[in-house]
């Protein structure tokens, strides 16, 4: 079975610095990616980041940059310069290669407000 | 920019009623999922589809059904609504390579009153 553990469930970060957002797994498929999803508070959620368990290199997009631990199992969101419109859930996500239906799990997720 | 739609955006309806939530993608993606997810909390998967003709039950039971008569469209229907069935519904869409993520709708917040 696969499990996502973000323990975190709320943080304050001042504008302009950076902020981590861990996340834990457990699979025993050896195939897998690790995605980072943007809930901001009208509802959708928006993709930020994704990161394969055979990257050799740590995945990076804009701002946000993936701190990936293979054999710690962590792969934890930084989002560095935090602007105020970056105040939002946050939640991490796991598909592995033998997952019915190709499905996410998804981690009970990191509410992020970034003050002024 | 994801083309994956839902209707309505807001919901608001008396319990027993009957009630479709809309969900079309044009993007031509073969799976397509519904989630359930009360305010702040996590997402949980209520049905998916493999493709035409195909709907799997996720790992929440609900009380909804879904069909897929055609593959851009994954409509999600609650027979008698209770107040219970009050949350946010959000449907996504996705290829199958593991690398690529799912593409979610706007979500429908439904209360049943």
């Known amino acids: 079975a696969q499990k996502i553990t973000q323990t975190q469930p709320g943080m304050f970060v001042q504008e302009k610095e950076a902020v981590t957002l861990d996340c834990t797994y457990d699979?025993?498929?050896?195939?897998?990616?690790l995605f980072w999803y943007k809930q901001p508070s009208s509802g959708e959620m928006i993709f930020l980041i994704y990161?394969?368990?055979?990257?050799?290199q740590n995945a990076t997009e804009g701002r946000y940059s993936l701190n990936f631990q293979k054999a710690r199992k962590s792969a934890n969101l930084v989002i560095s310069a935090s602007q105020l419109g970056d105040s939002a859930m946050y939640f991490c996500a796991m598909r592995t290669i033998k997952a019915a239906g190709n499905k996410l799990t998804f981690g009970g997720g990191t509410r992020v407000l970034v003050k002024p | 920019e994801a083309d994956i739609y839902q209707t309505p955006r807001y919901l608001v309806i008396g319990t027993g009623k009957k009630i479709t939530l809309e969900c079309s993608q044009t993007m031509g993606h073969d799976k397509m999922y519904w989630y359930q997810q009360d305010p702040g909390m996590e997402l949980h998967l209520i049905h998916y589809?493999?493709?035409?003709?195909?709907?799997e039950k996720g790992d929440l039971s609900s009380e909804s059904t879904v069909s897929r008569i055609r593959t851009e469209h994954f409509p999600l229907t609650l027979e008698s609504a209770r107040p219970s069935h009050t949350s946010q519904y959000l449907c996504?869409?996705?290829?199958?390579?593991?690398?690529?993520?799912?593409?979610f709708g706007d979500g429908t917040r439904l209360s049943i009153l």
């Open positions: 990161q394969g368990s055979y990257d050799q």
């Open positions: 699979t025993s498929d050896p195939s897998y990616g």
């Open positions: 589809s493999y493709g035409v003709n195909s709907t």
């Open positions: 996504a869409s996705s290829v199958g390579q593991i690398n690529q993520p799912q593409h």
